[in-house]
């Protein structure tokens, strides 16, 4: 690996004159949380516009499961684009029904399966939930809390990880209601069993004094939460919820748009306790970065919805599909494995980092969805929020990209491809960070970020 050290204060000459010009044309509403300015990328490992080479960890946000810019993907949407860019969803191509084919071949449903088309996770929510009332003539919606499901007006009625997302967009869709997501490090039940209390919660609360069960058409839920902390479930708590929607004619919506397409270590996080959903969503690393999501449903289900009810003028996009596909190809032949076998070896390397300081109260995940929550300490596991943004902003000066999630988590979500020596790179640069900034030394660092993103 060719590796270049940064040799510009950051963010650099380039990278300030870019954030002037954006300021003054690019909506403010953006997220951001610090200048990085990309120039070009490999596998792993990004540029910024100064030269400076840094390790990127958070993939797009867990779309570029191949690592960025892989050549089986970019020859395959090269040899898309030569042949057409686009032709509408009123007609059909062949790369959208072998998508459509190879999905109902991989889905977790364990009957058939159709596919509706999009282009980004929200747009698949929407889809999943107008095809549950449209299919079940019910009205309602049981969601969870911390969960991410988008920022259009019927994802955001169930998107809960911060308020920040709502806050200014009230009404959104009615119909909504919210229960807690298990969490067995912060319980907010009695007992052991936050899976199975949780349900106990819906069903002998929720349906017995606010939501009508027989009004309900579906449960939307991610098994593994991404925004809201990297949650883990606890064992037992989707089968859990797979018998409770079957026993009342509920629908069970899994939102895999982070969670899927191998980043688990299975190609569908459901796989691990091994429930089939009625619905799926994917999108994110579904094409190396290339905008498509999808809406997986049993066949059964899908068929029922007739010529018009909805529609999608630029899914199936014939050069998305092309690099669809070859991301499956790759990710099912190699790196699904890649990331279960990774994933642990970076899980016992944080582990071991963890044990050199006093702030790590949690690690969790599954494959190379990785949370490591801090805190400030072990008695009252108060999240460290300031610290977590100093930490992750320190990271970006020292060559690490990172995102938070939840409170206070670090969360780790590589490209699928990367290798054991990318992962004791990134620990020794999260060491480093971690050290400055409880060293006192970072607090320059977090301001010029803030002052620049």
């Known amino acids: 690996m060719n590796k ?51 390790l990127d960890f958070a993939a797009g946000i867990a779309v570029c499961s191949t690592g960025h810019s892989h050549p089986t993907v970019v020859q395959a949407i090269k040899d898309a684009a030569d042949r057409f860019l686009h032709i509408s969803s009123d007609y059909w191509h062949e790369g959208q029904v072998k998508l459509a084919e ?39 919606f049981i969601g969870f809390l911390g969960g991410f499901h988008g920022r259009t007006m019927g994802s955001l009625a169930f998107t809960s990880s911060k ?42 609360v929720l349906f017995v004094h606010n939501v009508p069960s027989h009004e309900v058409a579906a449960i939307l839920v991610e098994p593994i939460q991404g925004e809201g902390g990297y949650l883990v479930p606890p064992d037992g708590f989707l089968s859990g919820l797979r018998e409770l929607c079957d026993r009342h004619g509920i629908l069970l919506i899994f939102d895999e748009v982070q969670s899927g397409i191998g980043r688990t270590g299975k190609m569908f996080a459901s796989q691990h306790w091994d429930v089939a959903p009625d619905i799926m969503t994917l999108a994110k690393g579904l094409g190396s970065g290339m905008p498509i999501g999808m809406v997986v449903a049993k066949r059964s289900i ?23 596909l070859a991301t499956l190809d790759l990710v099912e032949q190699t790196y699904m494995a890649n990331a279960a076998k990774v994933g642990e070896y970076f899980k016992r390397k944080l582990h071991t980092l963890a044990g050199k300081y006093g702030i790590v109260g949690e690690i969790r995940g599954k494959g190379l969805m990785i949370g490591m929550e801090l805190i400030l300490d ?13 930490i992750i902003t320190r990271a970006y000066h020292n060559g690490l990209i990172l995102l938070s999630c939840g409170q206070s988590t ?39 970020g803030a002052a620049h993103g």
């Not at 990278?15 to 953006?30: G, Q, W």
């Open 410 to 448: 670090v969360r780790f979500m590589p490209p699928l491809m990367i290798g054991e020596a990318d992962v004791d790179e990134a620990v020794a640069l999260l060491d480093i960070s971690i050290a400055g900034v409880l060293a006192g030394d970072a607090h320059s660092h977090a301001a010029r």
């Open 102 to 140: 190879r999905m109902n071949e991989l889905s977790p449903m364990k009957q058939p399966a159709m596919s509706f088309f999009a282009q980004s996770g929200t747009e698949s929510v929407e889809a999943a939930l107008k095809l549950a009332r449209y299919v079940t003539g019910r009205g309602r």
């Open 4 to 54: 270049k050290h940064i040799k510009t204060e950051l963010p650099g000459p380039k990278a300030r004159e870019l954030l002037a010009r954006d300021a003054l044309v690019v909506s403010p509403s953006y997220p951001r949380d610090y200048p990085f300015v990309m120039s070009h990328g490999k596998g792993a490992e990004i540029w910024d516009v100064d030269g400076n080479r840094f």
């Open 378 to 390: 072990a008695a009252s596991r108060t999240p460290a929020k300031e610290l977590c943004d100093a």
């Open 302 to 324: 899908m068929q029922k919805w007739s010529r018009g009810a909805h529609g999608n003028t630029y899914g199936g996009n014939p050069v998305c599909c092309a690099a669809a």
């Open 163 to 204: 308020y920040t997302q709502q806050k200014g967009f009230f009404p959104t869709m009615p119909g909504v209601t919210h229960v807690p997501y298990p969490n067995d490090y912060r319980p907010l039940f009695a007992g052991s069993d936050q899976g199975r209390a949780v349900l106990r919660y819906i069903e002998e």
